[in-house]
C-alpha cells in the first residue's frame, strides 16, 4: 500500500509538490489541482506524478447533492461531475464525495437520511454523475459516513448493486463507521468484514483513530493515528491483500508536525505486522 497525507507550503509548481510530497516520505497525494485548472497545468501534475511514482489518490467533490434547496443540490451534481472529469483527466484513483444529506448540515445527520427513501435518492444521483462523465480510468466513490448512506459494509454492497454502473467503487473511511460502543470494541471484527465484502471494490482509504470517553450518554471522538482504539494491524495486513497500489490518506490534522506522528506510527505498525508500506 502507499502512504499520503496533506502537504503544506508553497506547491504551486509540479515541482514544488513533488518535492514537498517526497520531503515527508508520501507515495500518494491528494490532487493538488481542482476542475478549473487548465488542460497544461492538469497534464504536467498528472506527468510529474508518473515520472516520480507517486499515485494521485483522490479528487475530493465535497457537495451535497442531495440537498433539499434545488439550487444547491443542481450545483453539488455539477460540480461533482466536474471533480469526476478531472480524476479521469490527471489519473487519481477516485473522485471522492459522501452521500449528502436531506438537512440543513451538508454532511448531516438528519432523520430522512437513512430511509429506502433516500437510498433510492443516492442512487439516483450517482447514477446521474456517472452517465454524464462515463470516466474510463478513475472510479466516483463514496465515503462511508456514521449516519448516511453507506453506514456499513452490507449498506455500501447494497448501493454498489443498486446504482449497477462499473466506474462505482468504494472510498474506505473505517474511522467513520465507529458510531457505536459495540463497534468500537469489535473494531477489529468491522475491518475484517468491510475488506471481506467491499475489498474488490476499495480504491482507497482515510486513516484516522477513535476513542471512546467515559462520559454520560456515548462520546466518540476522531484523534491522531495512535491515539486511539482502531486497530491499525488488522487494518493494515487487510490493506495489505489488496492492490500494492492502495493509497491509505491521512487527514483532520493542523499541523506537518502531527502528520509525521501519524505517518510514523503507521509504519511502525507496519514493521510489527510485515506488511510493506511506500
Not at 487519481?92 to 454532511?107: E, F, L, T
Not at 439516483?124 to 448516511?148: C, F, G, H, N, Q
Not at 493509497?247 to 499541523?255: D, G, K, Q, S, V
Request: proline share 7%.
Amino acid at each position: 500500500m502507499r502512504l499520503g497525507g496533506p502537504v503544506f507550503g508553497d506547491c504551486s509548481d509540479p515541482d514544488r509538490w513533488i518535492a514537498a510530497l517526497q520531503q515527508n516520505g508520501y507515495s500518494a497525494a491528494f490532487c493538488p489541482v481542482d476542475h478549473a485548472a487548465d488542460e497544461d497545468t492538469v497534464r504536467a501534475y498528472a506527468e510529474a506524478a508518473r515520472r516520480t511514482d507517486i499515485v494521485i489518490a483522490e479528487v475530493g467533490a465535497w457537495s451535497n447533492p442531495l440537498s433539499p434547496d434545488d439550487e444547491t443540490r443542481r450545483a453539488a451534481l455539477e460540480f461533482c461531475q466536474k471533480q469526476l472529469a478531472l480524476a479521469d483527466r490527471i489519473g487519481a484513483r477516485c473522485c471522492v464525495n459522501i452521500a449528502g444529506s436531506r438537512g440543513a448540515k451538508w454532511d448531516g445527520p438528519d432523520a430522512h437520511d437513512l430511509t429506502e427513501e433516500t437510498f433510492d435518492l443516492i442512487v439516483e444521483s450517482v447514477r446521474t454523475i456517472l452517465d454524464a462523465v462515463k470516466p474510463t480510468r478513475t472510479w466516483y466513490t463514496l465515503e462511508t459516513m456514521p449516519w448516511m448512506y453507506p453506514d456499513s459494509p452490507e449498506s455500501y454492497l447494497r448501493l454498489i448493486r443498486a446504482i449497477d454502473r462499473p466506474r462505482f467503487a468504494v472510498h474506505l473511511d473505517p474511522t467513520n463507521l465507529i458510531c457505536s460502543p459495540q463497534r468500537f470494541f469489535a473494531n477489529a471484527a468491522l475491518l475484517r468484514e468491510c475488506f471481506a465484502q467491499l475489498g474488490p471494490y476499495i480504491k482507497s482509504c482515510h486513516a484516522k483513530d477513535i476513542t471512546l470517553s467515559d462520559r454520560f450518554m456515548v462520546h466518540l471522538d476522531e484523534v491522531r493515528p495512535g491515539l486511539g482504539r482502531l486497530d491499525y494491524r488488522v487494518f493494515l495486513q487487510e490493506l495489505n491483500r489488496l492492490d500494492p497500489d492502495t493509497p491509505l490518506m491521512m487527514e483532520h490534522l493542523a499541523t506537518p508536525e502531527e502528520y509525521a506522528q501519524a505517518a510514523s506510527y503507521i509504519r511502525s505498525i507496519a514493521q510489527v505486522a510485515e506488511v510493506p508500506i511506500r
